[in-house]
Every structure is written in C-alpha cells, then in structure tokens.
C-alpha cells in the first residue's frame, strides 16, 4: 500500500534540545511540505520541496531545518532557536500541483 | 493580501444537509481544495474546483464562483462519521504556488 509515514506519533522535548521529526513517502510524489497546526488556527507551511536536493523556506521557517536528500524522505528538525516549539506537525506530499497527501502527524510537547 | 474566512463552528443534524461557507481574498487564484480532518488526525482531500460552477462527488459537492471569491462544500445525508473539521485551501500565484489554509469548521452532527 502506498502512502505517507510520520514517526513518532508523540515526542517530548526539553528547552534548549534539537529534534528530528521523521517523514517518508512511497507514493513517487516528488513535492513534500511541512505544515505546522495550533489550535483555532490554519494549517502553516513551514518548508517545501518541489525535488530532491532543493528544498524552500515557507511562511515561517525561523527555527527549524530541512533536508531532501531521498526522494522519499523529508526530514524535519525544530532547533532550539524555535520559541514556541509545542504544536501538532503535519508532513504531506503531492503530484505537481494536484492534491496533497497528508501524514498522521506528530504531536510535539516541549517540556 | 491573502485571506480565508470559513465559520469557526456549525452544528447540523444526523440525516440532514449543511453548508460550508468559504470565502477567499488571493493575489492570484489557481485553485481550491477541501479537507476533512477528524481531531487529532491528518486531512484528507475532499474536493478541488477551479473552475465556477458545482463539483459533485458522493454525498459531498463543492461550488466556486472565482468572480466573488467564494466557495461552498455542501454535505447531504449527514452521518455523525462526518463531525469533523472541514479546510477550506486556495492555491495563490503569489505565494509560490503553495496552498493557503483558512481556519477550518469544526462540524458536529447531532442524533
């Protein structure tokens, strides 16, 4: 079965520490974005990738990190420099400009 | 500037039809989508319009109107499978071609 993965489901972190939010597709798509959702509010577009090895800041890419290194792959990094790290974080990807398929998510908490 | 509005919340009944507003300011429009999204879950694609006029799909149909920026998703035959939140997206020249949320409203039918 094709589709899009996000691991971990939940993740912890302390103040002052870096984490990598994991996200893999099988679906061939060659665009990948990461969005970012707080509550009452809509889905924000952190960094996207229309191809391997290329990648772009969104609309508020301060603080976190990318790299498009497989086409399958599209690893997210919130960094320290992040000051409101706690959010519900959402990877998809798409054919082109068609519509765009969504992870699970993974919830991230910052202790 | 961009803009999406859609209702906050709307509370319908079980077997019966609601409608979901969505307007929209862009700098250049080249497409909409709706998103159902269950809490704690990730969206999934409803519906895409790009051209005026009605998309039917189901028991979900979507409508456009380009000229006053407007768009609506109309559900028949509510089922309480369908309390969720609904994402209105506008796809915007102006911003790269990247999707832009509107807040979402959160459905919830009653027995």
């Known amino acids: 079965d094709g589709g899009i993965t996000q691991s971990p489901k939940y993740l912890f972190r302390k103040e002052g520490q870096n984490v990598t939010l994991s996200c893999e597709q099988n679906l061939n798509h060659d665009a990948m974005y990461w969005y970012r959702q707080d509550p009452g509010q809509g889905l924000r577009l952190i960094y996207y990738s229309q191809i391997v090895n290329d990648f772009q800041k969104g609309d508020i890419a301060e603080g976190y990190s990318v790299s498009r290194e497989k086409k399958e792959s599209f690893p997210l990094t919130v960094t320290s420099a992040q000051k409101n790290p706690t959010a519900f974080y959402l990877c998809?990807?798409?054919?082109?400009?068609?519509?765009?398929?969504f992870g699970p998510g993974t919830r991230l908490t910052v202790l | 500037g961009q803009n999406i509005d859609q209702p906050t919340e709307m509370t319908a009944t079980e077997g019966a039809i609601v409608q979901i507003n969505c307007t929209y300011q862009?700098?250049?429009?080249?497409?909409l989508f709706w998103y159902q999204q269950h809490a704690g879950e990730a969206p999934t694609f409803l519906s895409y319009?790009?051209?005026?006029g009605l998309e039917e799909k189901g028991r979900f149909s979507s409508f456009l109107s380009r000229s006053k920026g407007y768009s609506y998703l109309l559900l028949k035959e509510l089922q309480m499978k369908d309390s969720a939140s609904y994402l209105c997206?506008?796809?915007?020249?102006?911003?790269?071609?990247?999707?832009?949320f509107g807040k979402g409203t959160k459905l919830s039918v009653k027995p």
């Open positions: 997206a506008v796809r915007d020249v102006g911003s790269q071609g990247n999707l832009i």
């Open positions: 862009t700098s250049g429009f080249n497409g």
């Open positions: 998809a990807s798409s054919v082109g400009d068609d519509e765009q398929f």
């Open positions: 319009n790009v051209l005026d």
